[in-house]
């Protein structure tokens, strides 16, 4: 090509493209003054574009020209009565057209469609017709009538083009199979064509369901299923489904070799074309001996007193699949501690045992007493408690937190009992009658029973210090929550004495002069039981001398004198032999079981009479040693 044929075919290219730039130009401006209704100057545009000769915007031009003649049409007053044209064509995606009514001042126009509506607007119809979605044509007449004529005009709204889509066009399924649905978006009927024996196909309005079943074949498989219109017009969905897994099994899937090492053989099932070893460790040789065995050797082992275990992989190539391979210790001539303890990594429990309570009482008075007030107010109404024993049995659950480290959870009932024996001469005054009273020395012997039973829930941190494989020691450590089920506390004893006289009462009050100069004597046996987690107690008074019947003392606190909930911690040591094991722990109540509305009232007063002296600041805390025998499900 010389020079002047480039420059030739650039002017038709530069032409070209100026003349399309242009033409858009006009149609845009053309809009702008159609929008604005500026009908003059958008028909000169419109015009300008169709000489402009341009394909893309000469149809729509052309059209717009003619809307415009329509709605500029002048309507001839002088003119019989009639209308500017008696047929109105508007495509299937609706629109409006117009038409003038010539002729007479006074015109009515109607209508009986719901699909098209009209507007009367100065001589002119506006008919505006919503979209076709069918196939058909559709049509209707609108009546336009003036005085005692009347013309029709014969709307026609396009058919729509044949519409058949679908929402997919490529599925895949898995090999396990499953069912997918398809939206199909037409307004032709429409049926399912070429389906594959392992597609079933359930067809509903405007959608199909595809539901393939499971392959079983390590090949993949695909298909075509073709959707077509009674027009010819097909949708073609592409069908996928993954290879199913191959069949690979094996005779054995543990092995389990001696110190020494040895031989094992194993068979192979498969379906596959062939398959190889994965990976295998260093201490074992494979051999394939034929087209489904393997026979797989292991070396002694080291003496080191560890395990070995590792896995020996087979893969076809879709699939691989483990055996597992473990090689017991050879130990050294010099028998060394393993580094672990055997046994399931989760385990379960039981124990019992011997329970020794160490009752630890304490008050910021002058003295420490029981919730029994015997009317001293000084140390010789001191408490001590003894003679404590019980049992204590439990299940736990024993856990593997990281290598020797264990958690230990459990719930344990606990049973126990105590004693404080109260012993010491008490000045009594007990009131007769109005004039006189009984005063005198009292000898008193009263022995008070305890018997305690609690709920108890340990948390403990648990180390293992192992000794051999089957034996360790375990050195525990955590919080305890107790919850009192119940506690008594008996009272028995009696009061006497052999030397009371009647005194003189003086406006209420015991005067030091006589009433008469006999010697009276005093005997009774009390016996009583306060509910240490309630607010009621019941106690008896029966005398064995005079006339006195059984006097009933009963009695209701503000408060009760224990707190049922309770924390603490425990400190132990345990031996364990092949799940056997023996213990001994400590437990160390942290929290204060008195409840302090009994302790600093009168407490349970059995004299009728209360100390000069209140005791404040009482701290009572249950502590307890127990010795334990137990079982852990660990092998």
Same mark, same amino acid.
């Given at each position: 090509?010389?020079?002047?044929?480039?420059?030739?075919?650039?002017?038709?290219?530069?032409? $070209?493209?100026?003349?399309?730039?242009?033409?858009?130009?006009?149609?845009?401006?053309?809009?702008?003054?159609?929008? $604005?209704?500026?009908?003059?100057?958008?028909?000169?545009?419109?015009?300008?574009?169709?000489?402009?000769?341009?394909?893309?915007?000469?149809?729509?031009?052309?059209?717009? /020209?003619?809307?415009?003649?329509?709605? %500029?049409?002048?309507?001839?007053?002088?003119?019989?009565?009639?209308?500017?044209?008696?047929?109105?064509?508007?495509?299937?995606?609706? @629109?409006?057209?117009?038409?003038? #009514?010539?002729?007479?001042?006074?015109?009515?126009? $109607?209508?009986?469609?719901?699909?098209?509506?009209?507007?009367?607007?100065?001589?002119?119809?506006?008919?505006?017709?919503?979209?076709? %979605?069918?196939?058909?044509?559709?049509?209707?007449?609108?009546?336009?009538?003036? @005085?005692?004529?009347?013309?029709?005009?014969?709307?026609?709204?396009?058919?729509?083009?044949?519409?058949?889509?679908? $929402? #997919?066009?490529?599925?895949?399924?898995?090999?396990?199979?499953?069912?997918?649905?398809?939206?199909?978006?037409?307004?032709?009927?429409?049926?399912?064509?070429?389906?594959?024996?392992?597609?079933?196909?359930?067809?509903?309005?405007?959608?199909?369901?595809? %539901?393939?079943?499971?392959?079983?074949?390590?090949?993949?498989?695909?298909?075509?299923?073709? /959707?077509?219109?009674?027009?010819?017009?097909?949708?073609?969905?592409?069908?996928?489904?993954?290879?199913?897994?191959?069949?690979?099994?094996?005779?054995?899937?543990?092995?389990?070799?001696?110190?020494?090492?040895?031989?094992?053989?194993?068979?192979?099932?498969?379906?596959?074309?062939?398959?190889?070893?994965?990976?295998?460790?260093?201490?074992?040789?494979?051999?394939?001996?034929?087209?489904?065995?393997?026979?797989?050797?292991?070396?002694?082992?080291?003496?080191?007193?560890?395990?070995?275990?590792?896995?020996?992989?087979?893969?076809?190539?879709?699939?691989?699949?483990?055996?597992?391979?473990?090689?017991?210790?050879?130990?050294?001539?010099?028998?060394?501690?393993?580094?672990?303890?055997?046994?399931?990594?989760?385990?379960?429990?039981?124990?019992?045992?011997?329970?020794?309570?160490?009752?630890?009482?304490?008050?910021?008075?002058?003295?420490?007493?029981?919730?029994?007030?015997?009317?001293?107010?000084?140390?010789?109404?001191?408490?001590? +408690?003894?003679?404590?024993?019980?049992?204590?049995? =439990?299940?736990?659950?024993? /856990?593997?937190?990281?290598?020797?480290? +264990?958690?230990?959870? =459990?719930?344990?009932?606990?049973?126990?009992?105590?004693?404080?024996?109260?012993?010491?001469?008490?000045?009594?005054?007990?009131?007769?009658?109005?004039?006189?009273?009984?005063?005198?020395?009292?000898?008193?012997?009263?022995?008070?029973?305890?018997?305690?039973?609690?709920?108890?829930?340990?948390?403990?941190?648990?180390?293992?210090?192992?000794?051999?494989?089957?034996?360790?020691?375990?050195?525990?450590?955590?919080?305890?929550?107790?919850?009192?089920?119940?506690?008594?506390?008996?009272?028995?004893?009696?009061?006497?004495?052999?030397?009371?006289?009647?005194?003189? #009462?003086?406006?209420?009050?015991?005067?030091?002069?006589?009433?008469?100069?006999?010697?009276?004597?005093?005997?009774?046996?009390?016996?009583?039981?306060?509910?240490?987690?309630?607010?009621? #107690?019941?106690?008896?008074?029966?005398?064995?001398?005079?006339?006195?019947?059984? /006097?009933?003392?009963?009695?209701?606190?503000?408060?009760?004198?224990?707190?049922?909930?309770?924390?603490?911690?425990?400190?132990?040591?345990?031996?364990?032999?092949?799940?056997?094991?023996?213990?001994?722990?400590?437990?160390?109540?942290?929290?204060?079981?008195?409840?302090?509305?009994?302790?600093? =009232?009168?407490?349970?007063?059995?004299?009728?009479?209360?100390?000069?002296?209140?005791?404040?600041?009482?701290?009572?805390?249950?502590?307890?040693?127990?010795?334990?025998?137990?079982?852990?499900?660990?092998?």
């Amino acid at each position: 090509m010389n020079k002047k044929q480039l420059l030739y075919l650039l002017m038709i290219i530069f032409s $070209s493209q100026m003349t399309a730039q242009t033409c858009r130009e006009l149609y845009l401006q053309a809009n702008s003054y159609f929008k $604005s209704g500026n009908y003059n100057e958008a028909k000169k545009y419109y015009q300008k574009v169709v000489a402009c000769g341009d394909k893309m915007y000469l149809l729509d031009a052309e059209a717009r /020209i003619n809307t415009i003649n329509e709605i %500029t049409y002048k309507a001839n007053k002088t003119a019989p009565f009639g209308l500017s044209k008696n047929e109105v064509i508007i495509p299937y995606q609706g @629109g409006d057209a117009v038409v003038t #009514v010539n002729g007479g001042s006074s015109w009515k126009v $109607s209508i009986n469609s719901d699909w098209c509506t009209i507007r009367k607007s100065g001589s002119q119809i506006i008919i505006s017709s919503k979209e076709n %979605t069918e196939l058909n044509d559709r049509t209707t007449k609108i009546q336009v009538t003036s @005085g005692m004529q009347f013309r029709t005009i014969v709307v026609t709204n396009e058919g729509a083009p044949e519409i058949l889509r679908s $929402s #997919v066009e490529n599925i895949m399924f898995p090999s396990e199979g499953e069912t997918n649905t398809v939206d199909i978006f037409a307004n032709t009927n429409w049926e399912i064509k070429d389906i594959p024996e392992w597609i079933s196909v359930n067809k509903e309005t405007g959608k199909v369901e595809l %539901t393939a079943l499971a392959n079983n074949q390590n090949v993949a498989r695909k298909a075509n299923v073709r /959707i077509e219109s009674p027009s010819n017009s097909v949708i073609i969905i592409n069908i996928f489904q993954g290879a199913g897994e191959e069949k690979l099994l094996f005779s054995k899937n543990e092995l389990k070799f001696g110190p020494n090492g040895g031989d094992e053989y194993i068979k192979v099932y498969t379906d596959a074309e062939d398959w190889k070893f994965g990976d295998f460790p260093h201490w074992c040789q494979l051999t394939r001996i034929s087209n489904d065995s393997i026979k797989i050797h292991c070396a002694p082992n080291a003496p080191i007193n560890e395990m070995r275990e590792a896995s020996i992989n087979v893969t076809t190539g879709l699939q691989t699949l483990g055996i597992n391979v473990s090689q017991e210790p050879r130990p050294m001539i010099v028998q060394m501690p393993d580094l672990g303890i055997g046994g399931r990594p989760l385990s379960f429990g039981i124990t019992a045992g011997y329970l020794f309570p160490m009752i630890s009482a304490s008050s910021g008075g002058n003295f420490t007493g029981s919730p029994v007030n015997y009317a001293l107010g000084n140390n010789k109404e001191e408490v001590s +408690y003894s003679s404590g024993s019980g049992f204590v049995i =439990g299940a736990h659950a024993d /856990i593997r937190l990281y290598k020797n480290f +264990y958690l230990i959870a =459990g719930i344990n009932y606990l049973h126990y009992s105590y004693e404080n024996e109260y012993q010491s001469d008490v000045n009594r005054v007990m009131p007769q009658t109005s004039k006189y009273a009984l005063v005198g020395n009292t000898q008193n012997k009263y022995l008070e029973e305890y018997t305690i039973n609690t709920l108890e829930i340990p948390v403990l941190a648990s180390y293992r210090l192992p000794i051999n494989k089957k034996s360790h020691m375990q050195f525990n450590l955590g919080p305890v929550i107790n919850y009192g089920l119940s506690a008594k506390m008996k009272l028995s004893g009696n009061t006497d004495s052999e030397t009371m006289h009647r005194y003189k #009462v003086d406006g209420h009050q015991v005067t030091n002069e006589r009433y008469d100069g006999y010697n009276y004597s005093m005997h009774y046996t009390g016996n009583g039981e306060l509910d240490l987690y309630g607010k009621n #107690v019941s106690f008896y008074e029966t005398y064995s001398e005079g006339n006195n019947a059984d /006097i009933k003392k009963d009695n209701t606190f503000e408060a009760s004198p224990y707190k049922r909930l309770q924390f603490g911690a425990r400190i132990g040591v345990t031996y364990e032999y092949s799940g056997i094991s023996l213990g001994l722990e400590y437990n160390y109540m942290l929290t204060n079981l008195a409840n302090k509305k009994f302790w600093e =009232g009168d407490r349970w007063t059995v004299f009728d009479q209360t100390a000069n002296t209140i005791m404040s600041g009482y701290k009572q805390r249950n502590n307890y040693l127990s010795v334990k025998l137990g079982y852990t499900f660990r092998y």
